[in-house]
């Protein structure tokens, strides 16, 4: 099975969408000049959404959001559904990242229901999971990890469950200059997969991309991509730089 190696920058709240574009266009002709096999795509913030996707148009580089709500529309103030993420061009969206999870009540639960609705919308989910430093040195990282991916999948089939992405992002380190060593990674990347595996079957486990995120940078971006189950990166600090963002797809 080879699965595309597929690389997401997660933009944050970071850049004004002039500013969003501007990353876009860099990255729109770096990729027009070389263009690389694996599949990329940029997350920008909700007011930056309508100007990069002008950007992307005919370039083959995906748009992503950073978070949903499960509900179509509706009386919920300062919510975005997926219907309006996609009248803009969104085709991905990340859910239930661990800044989400930390800050904001997201839960189990609450992404489960937005990766039933993203799938409902059409959208590809990109379902984070990863444990805390407390949780890594408790030794219950895969305890936390299948509580969340079983959480996340609960209701999903099979076939739905082929659409998501997995981004693996060990909450240590994200935004921490600390990255999982290749083996850390490949260890729980592969957890996750027999995890799959045992929700479902072997095929499905094997087609389902698992991204790793936390720190990753165009330095250790291609010992962590060469590990068989880590099929791509979920990018955040590097990601804001065009030269660092394109150095990872180059290293992939
Ligand atoms: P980082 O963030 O690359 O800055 O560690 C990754 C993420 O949170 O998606």
């Not at 990353?23 to 990069?52: M, W």
């Not at 909450?171 to 592969?190: M, P």
């Not at 962590?224 to 963002?245: C, E, H, R, T, W």
């Amino acid at each position: 099975m080879t699965r595309r190696i597929i690389i997401a920058g997660n933009w944050k709240m970071h850049k004004t969408a002039e500013e969003s574009a501007t990353l876009a266009k860099e990255i729109v002709a770096a990729l027009k000049a070389a263009p690389s096999a694996n599949e990329v795509v940029v997350c920008p913030t909700y007011v930056a959404l309508d100007r990069v996707s002008s950007v992307l148009a005919g370039s083959g580089i995906a748009l992503g959001a950073q978070d949903m709500h499960w509900e179509n529309q509706g009386a919920f103030t300062g919510m975005i559904s997926g219907d309006l993420l996609k009248a803009v061009g969104v085709t991905y969206v990340i859910l239930g990242h661990s800044e989400q999870r930390a800050y904001f009540g997201e839960t189990d639960a609450t992404v489960n229901k937005k990766v039933i609705k993203a799938l409902a919308d059409g959208l590809s989910p990109i379902v984070c999971v990863g444990e805390t430093l407390e949780e890594r040195e408790g030794n219950i990282t895969e305890k936390v990890v299948e509580t969340q991916l079983r959480g996340a999948y609960a209701d999903i089939s099979a076939a739905d469950a082929r659409k998501t992405v997995v981004a693996y992002e060990p909450v240590w380190a994200i935004g921490t200059g600390r990255t999982a060593t290749s083996q850390q990674a490949q260890d729980v990347h592969k957890y996750i997969r027999g995890l799959l595996a045992s929700i479902y079957d072997a095929a499905t486990a094997e087609s389902v991309r698992i991204q790793y995120g936390g720190s990753m940078k165009p330095e250790n971006a291609a010992e962590l991509l060469a590990q068989p189950d880590v099929d791509g990166g979920l990018i955040g600090g590097a990601a804001l730089k065009a030269d660092a963002f394109l150095g990872i797809i180059g290293a992939a």
